[in-house]
T-cell receptor
Framework: GESVGLHLPTLSVQEGDNSIINCAYS??????FIWYKQESGKGPQFIID?????DKRQGQRVTVLLNKTVKHLSLQIAATQPGDSAVYFC???????????FGGGTRLMVKP | NAGVTQTPKFRVLKTGQSMTLLCAQD?????MYWYRQDPGMGLRLIHY???????AKGEVPDGYNVSRLKKQNFLLGLESAAPSQTSVYFC??????????????FGPGTRLLVL
């Protein structure tokens, strides 16, 4: 079936650098996408979302980019900090109720 | 607001035992969900509810039952636990479909070990 996936399972960056986490989705009917952050031993925490009628959305230090042509989603974190170390999941929602399909996750490790 | 809370935080069961996981939310959300998360994998939807008194199957419903007798509570039951149900269980809630209300908010999780 169609699913959401991630290109890189682990990403290691230097503190202060920018991080880019990528996600590929295959369901062209998806109209809503969310990035979640999950710290060890905790539940996923909402970071930022974007609708399919947008290409870019910015939050505080985070930006999500959506490329519908190639079905690609990315999360950019500016000036990465040690507190950003976590597993990041992308999720998609298509027109099938309020169900989200999650990707497998990317672990971000920030080196001091 | 406490957000989404889950009880218990950790539980050990023997094969064949039963238990109920409780999820509560104080955000007046219509939708509630139960997921399981296994090592190295993303979240998989077990069951969900679009309102009080209604439930529906998700991706991996076998071996689980749910009930939504009150809007703020969503219970997940294991009638006869199996080792394959060892996992971390997350509850989530959201307003409803449409606009920014689709965002799901998660509880802290329940770690279940079935021996």
């Amino acid at each position: 079936g169609e699913s959401v996936g991630l290109h890189l399972p682990t990403l290691s960056v230097q503190e202060g650098d920018n991080s880019i986490i990528n996600c590929a989705y295959s369901n062209s009917a998806s109209d809503y996408f969310i990035w979640y952050k999950q710290e060890s031993g905790k539940g996923p925490q909402f970071i930022i979302d974007i609708r399919s009628n947008m290409d870019k959305r910015q939050g505080q230090r985070v930006t999500v980019l959506l490329n519908k042509t190639v079905k690609h989603l990315s999360l950019q974190i500016a000036a990465t900090q040690p507190g950003d170390s976590a597993v990041y999941f992308c999720a998609e929602n298509y027109n099938a109720g309020n169900m989200l399909t999650f990707g497998g996750g990317t672990r971000l490790m920030v080196k001091p | 607001n406490a957000g989404v809370t889950q009880t218990p935080k950790f539980r050990v069961l023997k094969t064949g035992q039963s238990m109920t996981l409780l999820c509560a939310q104080d955000m007046n959300h219509e939708y509630m969900y139960w997921y399981r998360q296994d090592p190295g994998m993303g979240l998989r939807l077990i069951h969900y509810s679009v309102g009080e008194g209604t439930t529906a199957k998700g991706e991996v419903p076998d071996g689980y039952n749910v009930s939504r007798l009150k809007k703020q509570n969503f219970l997940l039951g294991l009638e006869s636990a199996a080792p394959s149900q060892t996992s971390v269980y997350f509850c989530a809630s959201s307003y409803s479909r449409g606009g920014d209300q689709e965002t799901q908010y998660f509880g802290p999780g329940t770690r279940l070990l079935v021996l």
